[in-house]
């Protein structure tokens, strides 16, 4: 984002909030928004509070309470900029347009029609503006029908990949500038349990 203007940031599928909290070190001001009314009540809490009180499983019917504060991660600062909502990201309220930067976290694929939020979303997004989108490509039908994939199969006896179907969607108005890297990421299920998973990342600028 160097050189670019950092004014308004969209965070899509924000979860419980960190990712909004993090982009408003940069941007004046961020919406995060997701699905979950519970994600977003978590969210809400810890923006109002500047801390969340929770448990974590550890093992049967045993849990482990802990306390987190956005200053221990330098985050404190970042409370008035931040405002959440619940919502869905492939019906978004009209008045969540004209941003600088949508990030779109571990999102498509859990949506049940990508392709409609992929052929949609420059309408959110100011010429010149970024998406960034980061996916292990997952594809599941308990989220995604089959028919509704984007990639991860073969398409005329070849290999045809998410990158590729998301080429395809966003080429209208979108100039992919960097698929480079990739983002691991850890969920813990109990003190002794965690899933490992590395996320594709792909930075695309508006052009259209």
Known sequence: MDGRRKERALDLGCAVGRSTFE???GFD????LDFSHGFIRV???????????YALPE?????????????EF???DTQNKVAFRQGDAQDLDPSLTDYNLIFAGNLIDRLPNPARFLTHIHERLRIGGLLII????TWLPDFTPREKWIGGFIKDRQP??????????LSPCFE????????????????RKFQHTIAAMTVWERVN
């Open 43 to 53: 969210a809400v809490e810890m923006k109002e509070k500047g801390f969340i009180q």
């Open 23 to 25: 982009l408003a070190r």
């Open 29 to 32: 001001s961020v919406i995060g």
């Open 160 to 169: 045809f990949t998410t990158q590729d179907g998301m080429i395809g969607l």
């Open 134 to 137: 980061t996916s292990p490509y």
């Open 74 to 76: 330098g985050l404190a």
């Open 59 to 71: 093992e049967g019917e045993l849990v482990s309470h802990h306390e987190k504060r956005l200053a």
């Open 176 to 191: 992919l500038i960097d698929d480079t890297h990739q983002v691991p990421f850890v969920i813990r299920e109990t003190r």
